[in-house]
């Protein structure tokens, strides 16, 4: 089920909401996270219920090992050790998590090396399947670190399956949101979150179906339609796939925190307005904060504590390794870990520019920062290196600034409304185009986001009304239902 529809809107949200607090006015506590459990199943299961076992497969596996590690120290006889355990559950969520999301990458690259012709499986990739398996990695270490006190099924099954992070985050930790499921004061409903959770709600619902997907399919001709771009043309392409995919994840986010406030539950902030970063490392500060937190703390972490003395050198290897992983969890393919690579990369120039303490412009630093961020966000979208290399290659000149393909193209047609369409033919593009990205970038690099505007938010008339236009504008627009971009990672 999608956030952006009208059966969520209207039907599930309401009748899930209503029910949900009924149950607590009656003190029927468990039976309420029961219910938003179940909720949150048919949530998940909306899509393919066939994947729903898959999912409670993975919650009964790691829950076992979880509280077979907490309890381990107390045990009198322990017959296996208590690291012996960890490694079977961090062996088994990489197993599941690489059989439904890399197998056919492997498969493919086996064929391309040794020449064979063995058969693809042809998986199709359960939603959610990323975030909800790392989640519950991070939920392993700690238990083997002894950090877990509340260890309640149910407790632990909200955590993991709660409807609104779900499928693309934010990324939970159970510290900060198991106990939430059992606060007395989450029971009753608070009308100050509800004001506030569905402020956010329709600010992403605006950002998802009228800013990122107004962008779509200037960047679906471009990366998957047109076999060569001219300057003007990739650049056009690059800069919408990298708006459209800010909108449309931080959209996500903010309809995934307003929803969680309507059940009193606080989900981390995702987004800072990342875009407005004057260096990579302030970019990974800002941009999916949930998951930059879970590389520091369970990636980057321990591989600095493998190493018996800590140098700036080995912290700049972790960085990289750290970052490189992160890369090849967004995706089965060479055009992620290339991804992962280049961002290490640049935090690792980023850190050594730092500890020389070499001067940086302000403007320049975020020139160079936005430059690489959305040219690093080419390799994202692209299906393979061939289509990132079209557009990369456009983005230099490589093809030319002109469209020189279409010979009526001719200096005699700027004054007239033939120009753009000519200059970026091969999208099916018009200077439309081009005053969009204006409007949208500026919005983006000058305005306060989302969470600031709901920081500030105080009920009145003129919120009301704001409010109102942005939802119902949101609303009407939502004609032509599209999954969010996270939702393939």
Partial sequence: MLFNSYEFIFFFLPITLGIYFLLNKKRLTVASNTWLLFASLVFYSWWNVKYLPLILLSILFNYTIGCLLAEHDSLKKQIVSKKSIFIFGLVGNITFLGYFKYMDFFIGNMNALFKTDLSLLQIVLPLGISFFTITQIAFLVDCYEGLVEDRKLLSYSLFVTFFPHLLAGPILHHKEMMPQFEAVRNKVLNYKNLSHGLFLFFI??????????????????????????????????????????????????????????????????????????????????????????????????????????????????????????????????????????????????????????????????????????????????????????????????????????????????????????????????????????????????????????????????????????????????????????????
């Fill in 204 to 489: 992403g619902l605006f950002k998802k179906v009228v800013i990122a997907d107004e962008l779509s399919q200037t960047v679906k001709i471009g990366f998957d339609a047109a076999h060569s771009l001219n300057m003007v043309e990739a650049w056009a392409v690059s800069l919408s796939y990298t708006l459209q995919l800010y909108f449309d994840f931080s959209g996500y986010s903010d309809m995934a925190i307003g929803v969680g406030l309507l059940f009193n539950i606080v989900l981390p902030v995702n987004f800072n307005s990342p875009y407005k970063a004057t260096n990579i490392i302030d970019f990974w500060k800002r941009w999916h904060m949930s998951l930059t937190s879970f590389i520091t703390t369970y990636l980057y972490s321990p591989i600095m504590r493998s190493f018996r003395k800590i140098t700036f050198t080995k912290s700049m290897v972790a960085t990289f390794i750290a970052m490189f992983i992160a890369g090849i969890w967004h995706g089965a393919g060479w055009t992620f870990i290339l991804w992962g690579a280049f961002h290490g990369g640049a935090l690792v120039v980023n850190h050594l520019w730092k500890k020389r303490k070499l001067p940086m412009p302000r403007f320049l630093g975020w020139l160079l920062t936005f430059g690489f961020v959305n040219a690093s966000f080419v390799l994202f979208r692209a299906k393979n290196l061939t289509d990132a290399a079209k557009v990369l290659n456009g983005m230099i000149g490589v093809n030319g600034i002109l469209p020189a393909t279409h010979p009526q193209f001719a200096f005699a047609d700027l004054g007239h409304g033939q120009f753009w369409k000519l200059l970026m033919a091969d999208i099916k593009g018009s200077d439309s185009i081009l005053w969009t990205l204006i409007v949208i970038m500026t919005f983006t690099l000058t305005c306060k986001n989302s969470i600031q505007m709901e920081q500030r938010f105080k009920p009145s008339w003129k919120t009301l009304v704001f409010v109102v236009v942005v939802s119902f504008y949101s609303l009407i627009n939502m004609n032509k239902v599209s999954e969010f971009l996270y939702f393939q990672f």
